[in-house]
């Protein structure tokens, strides 16, 4: 995202607070497609990633006047609450066992992480993000990956990559803090 | 509950890299509404990780989804009524046709005899009365930096709001949007009023700007709850 970009987008929000429905079509017409691909590599279903993409931008058009409080870039702002409602209702109690969603699910997660970081990921803080999880051990690199981009619980981790359930947990906590302590260097955060 | 620095940041992370089963993450959810802090962590770490989310490919979503987003935000306005009644009510329509001659004269004049104020200044709005004396001059500059988020305010005539009564100034982004407001203003001559960041991002843009007469204070409700005493459009000067 270039600045232009992004004051772009935020203009868009800002409409959106005034409840001028066509900044809401242009939005979802520049973010859609984007937000719909995070939710469907966690939702793993065309009819799930579907409820949560229109259950988000309701969401957007309804708390588009917190957005400036948020003090955050708008993509990542929507995008947390794309994945926050994949995670949510993926999560979700329910009331029979579930147990065949979870098979499905489990056999369509793919086995290795997403393509090369530094191929997918543009813009200078996506550059550092890249570098500085390349300097990640290539467990922790996975399991971060596996976690934020596919929606894999601790459990789900730990079945896919037939390890103990601490150890996997282990690898997280410390893998986040190498990263937080990585991107700090590099002076990224925040921004 | 409090939380140590360390267990925020530790919740935080994994509530962001989205681990925790249902359970744990509602309770971070709802702790977050009350710890500033937390929230504040939460935000670190997803502007942090959220670039990871580009290695999703893109989907085009079904025109289905738009359709069914479209229908329920449709005629969803704040309030019991639509926005644009509440101005029409006010009269605000009046102006909607554009700058009267004696407002035009007037700003030319004033532009002209203004000295070069810094930062150069971006826009105007002349408000008037009801009998089309010009009152005041709002101006502002471009908004492109934060040390220019406010506006200049100046009294043309001598005028001030009744006993225990403020004057509140709103900016109407369009003639029918919700009014947005900017502040009471005081009694003095020339003053200066800050803007918010939304109202900042908002204002490059809007019609029109309104005083109305409000509680001493300011509207109690965030909307106008009395009446418009001074109105007028917006020209870009610059």
């Known amino acids: 995202m270039t600045p232009e970009q992004n004051a772009a987008l935020a203009a868009l929000l800002a409409r959106c607070a005034l409840r001028d429905q066509r900044a809401l079509a242009d939005l979802y017409r520049q973010t859609s497609s984007k937000l719909f691909g995070v939710s469907l590599r966690i939702c793993r279903r065309e009819d799930w990633a579907e409820d949560v993409l229109q259950e988000s931008f309701v969401n957007i058009w309804k708390h588009a006047g917190d957005y400036a409080a948020a003090k955050s870039a708008p993509m990542t702002w929507m995008t947390a609450i794309v994945r926050n409602r994949s995670l949510d209702w993926l999560r979700r109690p329910r009331e029979q066992d579930g147990g065949e969603d979870f098979e499905a699910r489990a056999a369509a997660i793919p086995a290795d992480e997403p393509g090369p970081l530094a191929q997918t990921l543009a813009g200078e803080d996506a550059r550092a993000l890249a570098t500085c999880m390349e300097g990640l051990d290539s467990k922790q690199r996975q399991s971060i990956t596996l976690a934020f981009v596919s929606g894999l619980s601790h459990a789900e981790l730990a079945a896919q990559l037939r390890e103990p359930l601490g150890t996997v947990k282990t690898w997280i906590r410390r893998g986040l803090l190498r990263l937080k302590a990585c991107l700090e260097q590099a002076g990224t955060t925040g921004a | ?238």
């Not at chain 2, 225990?164 to 982004?173: A, I, T």
């Not at chain 2, 007469?213 to 300011?218: D, M, N, R, Y």
Request: charged letters at 15%; hydrophobic letters at 45%; glycine letters at 8%.
């Open chain 2, 1 to 238: 509950m409090k939380l140590s620095a360390d267990a925020r940041n530790r919740l935080a992370a994994e509530y962001v890299v989205g681990t925790q089963t249902h359970r744990v993450r509602a309770r971070i959810a709802w702790l977050a509404r009350g710890d500033v802090a937390l929230r504040a962590a939460i935000a670190t770490w997803n502007a942090m990780l959220t670039p990871l989310a580009a290695a999703a490919p893109e989907v085009t979503p079904p025109a289905r989804v738009w359709r069914a987003i479209e229908a329920r935000i449709a005629g969803r306005v704040f309030g019991s009524r639509p926005a644009v009644s509440v101005w029409e009510r006010l009269g605000l329509w009046r102006f909607a046709a554009g700058l009267s001659a004696a407002c035009a004269v007037l700003l030319a004049v004033y532009i002209q005899q203004m000295p070069a104020p810094s930062p150069a200044m971006s826009s105007v709005a002349v408000l008037s009365d009801d009998k089309q004396q010009p009152a005041l001059v709002i101006m502002w500059p471009p908004q492109t930096k934060p040390q220019n988020r406010h506006v200049m305010v100046r009294a043309l005539t001598q005028t001030a709001p009744p006993e225990g009564k403020s004057y509140e100034l709103w900016m109407l982004p369009t003639p029918t949007s919700k009014p947005v407001s900017l502040g009471v203003i005081g009694r003095d001559a020339r003053q200066v009023i800050e803007l918010t960041a939304a109202a900042s991002i908002m204002i490059p843009g809007i019609w029109g700007m309104a005083i109305t007469v409000e509680p001493a204070g300011g509207s109690p409700t965030g909307q106008p709850t009395g009446p418009v005493i001074y109105s007028g459009p917006c020209v870009k000067i610059g």
